[in-house]
């Protein structure tokens, strides 16, 4: 029989569906009911493509045992936290508070009357092993603390309220000059130089700052090179088994130092900062073909398994596959590997041969016995490889790469086993559209558009943008989620930024196709978000952005503004850079009053624990070498395809006499550029200088 999760519009809620869980969503009804009963609430916080969660789900929630315990001894909520991040960066900073570390799944343990944490962890398994403890064996001794060690509660949850009151309350600091900015950036490259420990994450985030350090040459004898570090952090990506080859497109993370067998979950806020992290490192010049190549396998797999009839772009494919219809559970990685039989049984003597050249590949596998693709060296591939490869796509997929414009995602597991597939049965596709994810794939394709002018790249921007647009908003506000056609859930503080960043960038890109008609002003789309932005979210107490609006933050312990980057950018970093774009694009100097206020309020975190935040040292560089260039429309497209990271462009017919274009730093302009070269020139010694 199903729980109350059977209707939920998540996909991750209605995994749960069936679970003999009394599962409840977050909700006033939920919470109540746990404070008349006073039964301490058991929040679990995941997403659908998470394998833990999934392996979580399979075991512990669905063993009828520990439902039984659970149901009557606690009130269990679940919550995806791709819906509400809000509540998962609460409680998963608490969880780190605790344990000293976090992950998902996100299990925690609440009081009824306060909703203050008092336990928590991650993955449990059913019984004792892995070092970890039976959950039925947490459930039990939980209970019991609740209902014996009143005193002892208390005071945990009394430090973990403190706590968190204090991360929400940070102190101000009006130091916002060089020193602190090269210190940032040069510690972001610190963060990507490889070392030989731990899993390899892409840190976006990072690289996109310590890219920015590489023009002033920070970094002392000792220090990593930021330039090499960023072009090696692109190779990892690129070369990688972090790309998928045959098909396009990056899994999450992987599991070795050496970038070879990944978590083979698709995400889309990932691959949006990878595509214009390629983007950015083409611009400066580095013309790496791989960087070429893993951006057009990455377009095709968007638009053939990630884009909606409607336009947008969907959110994640799951890591696990079933290899048949008859399999039970699905596999970690199924769709992806190969076994050296197979490559044997698929491809011809030269194409195997030739992969082996280009590719590592052996009988033993990397994975499991299978083998996981990942490149030998960088520059072209040998056309037999190339070869190769198509032909496992068309293995993989049962169809040439150049005939499938289209794939039909698998949205449940039901779906995986019962479609009639020409090949492999595909991980599942969660097909919610996410303003905040789909911003940086915008982000992403735009610079795509900018850098090389491609027009497809930017016609799927542009659809994805105007779906948002005409679709997301309910009642005069943005919403954050949509699913098949019904928007769901306020925005929260990374839909806004993001967008907004989405919508300049689309601005700029825009350039390239000075004679074109403007279906959108993307300008003026910006500067109508970012108003209901500052009206539902900025703090004018504390300044900075709040991460959910004021009347949606009711059952929140504490009212967070997100400063520390993820695997996506905090918040307000984006925010604030955006502040300072508007401010050159508009000339209202109100944008760039905002800006001061909103770096200064996290001054104090920038200088104490500069490497929590590397968005908002990305935001210090635009407020401190902010350049707008003026110039005719036709003149852009060369100056936009070029790295200059803290540099607008605007089209101005009423230049001065002989003028070929102006170049502004912050608030003054320089003398108006006669010829081509003084332009460029100008441009690039704003782009190096100092203060």
Known sequence: MSNRLAHAQSLYLRKHADNPVDWWPWCEEALATARREGKPIFLSIGYSSCHWCTVMEGEAFSNATIAAYLNE??????????????IDSIYM????MMVGQGGWPLNIFLSP?????FYGGTYFPPEQKYGRPGFLQVLHALRQYFDTETEKLTAVKAEILKNLQQSATLPASEDLSQELFERGVGLCAQVLAPTDNGTRFPMMPYALAALRGGRFNILGETQPDS?????????????????????????????????????FEKMLYDNGQIVEYLAELWSLGLHEPAFERAIALTKTWLQREMTSPAGYFYAAQDADSFVTPDDAEPEEGAFYVWSYAELQQTLSEDELNALGEDFTMSVAGNF?????????????LLDTTETALATLFHSRYGAASNSLNTFPPARDNQAAKTQPWAGRIPAVTDTKMIVAWNSLMISGLARVAAVWGDLPAYDMATQAASFILQQQWVAGRLHRLNYEGQPSVLAQSEDYALLIKALLDLHQAAYHWPDAAPQVDWLQ???????????????????????TASDASDSLLVRERTYQDSAVPAANGIAIANLVKLSL???????????????????????????????LFTALDWFRHATLVRTSADK???????????????????????????????????APATDWEMLRSQLETSQQRPS
Not at 528 to 540: C, G, H, M
């Open 93 to 96: 900073q608490a969880l780190q």
């Open 525 to 547: 789309k910006a500067i109508a978000v970012q108003t209901e932005f500052d009206n539902w979210l900025w703090s004018d107490e504390l300044a900075g952005y709040y991460n």
């Open 227 to 263: 330039l090499e570090v960023c072009q090696q952090r692109g190779l990892d990506l690129t070369l990688g088994g972090i790309f998928d080859h045959v098909g396009g497109g990056f899994h999450r993370y992987t599991v070795d130092p050496t970038w070879t067998v990944p978590h």
């Open 73 to 86: 001894h606690f009130l269990p909520i679940k919550v995806d936290r791709e819906e509400r991040p809000d």
């Open 113 to 117: 009357d306060d909703l203050v944490p």
């Open 368 to 380: 499991e016995g299978k083998n996981v693709l990942q490149r030998r060296q960088p520059g072209p």
């Open 636 to 670: 852009i497209a060369a100056l936009v395809a070029q790295y200059t990271p803290t540099a607008v462009f605007l089209a101005d017919a009423d230049l001065p006499t002989s003028a070929v274009g102006m170049v502004c730093e912050g608030l003054y302009c320089k």
């Open 585 to 615: 694009l508009t000339g209202d100097l109100t944008y760039l009053d905002r800006t001061e206020k909103g770096l200064q309020a996290f001054g104090a975190v920038m200088a104490q624990i500069p490497r929590a935040c590397p968005s």
